[in-house]
């Protein structure tokens, strides 16, 4: 018996006594060919909305956009109506902003100028090449694969993980198969798993004016039968606030924000006098608005800063004004500073002061009303969602109704 047990542990012993835990991983490059992608667009008849993320108008159409699909095109009948025209498919569409009858799309990585006088004969004017692929620093922007083609990106990485145990018969294993099976892995399709965040996607109309962000500045754009035309502002953005792979460019309430992973930029638009907030555990926003009300100041989180009203952001998880939050909003309008957020219902928000105290209260929900995306225009809400587009009056708030 004792030899048994003897035999028995020296064989567990050879087996097992030179066993060692490996993990590795490799990333492997991955390359877009765009040359096929980004050729053109095409107007195709028009279809229910999914996720929209933002609408534009001008005097004869509404136009509602939808990431990496296209934009949605409705003509204005009246005042408080607008019927579905068609689809203007766009397949990388990122963000876009129209001014008089130029839409100004960010596809991919390009800037695509559509002249959209009649949306169902909507053609590209222009396309400036790699626009949106202009950084500072090198490391944020979608390097070329090739020097001579300029439609071939690196988008991101694959990552191939080998784990197990080793022993001295039988060594961990090496990327030799995955080398020969990923080495220049060029896809003409973004795969599901990829998250583009670069690179930046900010069009905002300013008063007819497009702004855009790039090289760490913003730059106005505009297009005229003489061509494109482009100035930057000589506004640079501070390096700290990481908006550059992937930030969000809003107007709203005079003011141009600039939203980065830890922080914003605002722009006063009447003097260009710009002001910086640098906050830790910022969520990007989706959208952002601004109270004209007074703040006496505030002192978070060893920042003291004084505004000019109250810089509200939204996202996916909630609203927040630091550090107040409410979840499920996508969007925001400021009405005569009454907050109105849109998620899977409106709910309108109001803030007051008490002593040196700010103070939030919840002063209406609106369950019948959702949606994605939303745009004041006067005395009406446009509201998108998967049904379409739906007006509301919001001339008394204590009674937003739908015009039928």
């Given at each position: 018996m004792l030899f048994i047990l003897?035999?028995?542990?020296?064989?567990?012993?050879?087996?097992?006594k030179f066993l060692r835990p490996y993990y590795l991983y490799k990333d492997y490059p991955i390359y877009l060919d765009a040359r096929e992608i980004l050729v053109d667009i095409q107007i195709k008849p028009s279809i229910h909305p999914d996720a929209t993320f933002k609408i534009a108008s001008n005097d004869r159409y509404i136009f509602v956009g939808e990431k990496m699909k296209g934009i949605h095109v409705y003509e204005k009948t009246d005042e408080f109506h607008a019927n579905p025209l068609c689809f203007i498919e766009c397949k990388h569409l990122k963000v876009f902003d129209v001014a008089d009858n130029i839409l100004y799309c960010n596809n991919f990585a390009d800037l695509l100028i559509i002249d959209a006088e009649d949306p169902l004969k909507a053609k590209i004017e222009h396309r400036e090449k790699d626009y949106f692929n202009q950084y500072s620093y090198s490391n944020y922007n979608m390097p070329?694969?090739?020097?001579?083609?300029?439609?071939?990106?690196?988008?991101?990485?694959?990552?191939?993980?080998?784990?197990?145990?080793?022993?001295?018969t039988e060594p961990a294993p090496d990327f030799s198969d995955y080398d020969q099976l990923y080495t220049n892995f060029i896809v003409k399709e973004i795969p599901n798993d990829i998250q583009l965040d670069m690179p930046y996607t900010g069009i905002t109309?300013?008063?007819?004016?497009?702004?855009?962000?790039?090289?760490?500045?913003?730059?106005?754009c505009s297009y005229t039968s003489d061509g494109i035309k482009i100035t930057q502002s000589g506004i640079n953005i501070p390096n700290y606030l990481y908006t550059l792979p992937g930030?969000?460019?809003?107007?709203?309430?005079?003011?141009?924000?600039?939203?980065?992973?830890?922080g914003f930029v605002y722009l006063d638009?009447?003097?260009?006098?710009?002001?910086?907030q640098n906050y830790y555990n910022w969520y990007q926003p989706l959208d952002v608005v601004s109270l004209k009300v007074p703040t006496n100041g505030l002192f978070i989180m060893g920042r003291s800063y004084v505004v000019d009203g109250i810089i509200i952001g939204a996202n996916y998880g909630g609203i927040s004004e630091i550090p107040w939050s409410v979840s499920g909003v996508t969007s925001l309008v400021n009405v005569n500073d009454t907050i109105?957020?849109?998620?899977?219902?409106?709910?309108?928000?109001?803030?007051?002061m008490q002593y040196t105290t700010r103070y939030t209260k919840q002063?209406?929900?609106?369950?019948n009303i959702s949606g994605t995306s939303m745009q004041k225009d006067g005395d009406r809400l446009i509201v998108a969602n998967r049904q379409g587009l739906s007006f509301y009056d919001i001339r008394d708030l204590k009674n937003i109704t739908l015009i039928p």
């Open positions: 003897v035999a028995c542990e020296n064989e567990y012993e050879d087996t097992h070329h694969i090739y020097a001579n083609n300029i439609d071939v990106y690196q988008i991101g990485y694959k990552t191939v993980v080998l784990e197990g145990k080793e022993s001295d109309n300013v008063e007819e004016n497009i702004f855009t962000f790039g090289i760490n500045n913003l730059a106005q930030g969000n460019l809003q107007y709203k309430d005079g003011m141009i924000f600039i939203i980065g992973n830890s638009y009447l003097n260009m006098m710009m002001q910086s109105l957020a849109l998620g899977n219902q409106l709910t309108l928000y109001q803030f007051y002063v209406k929900q609106y369950s």
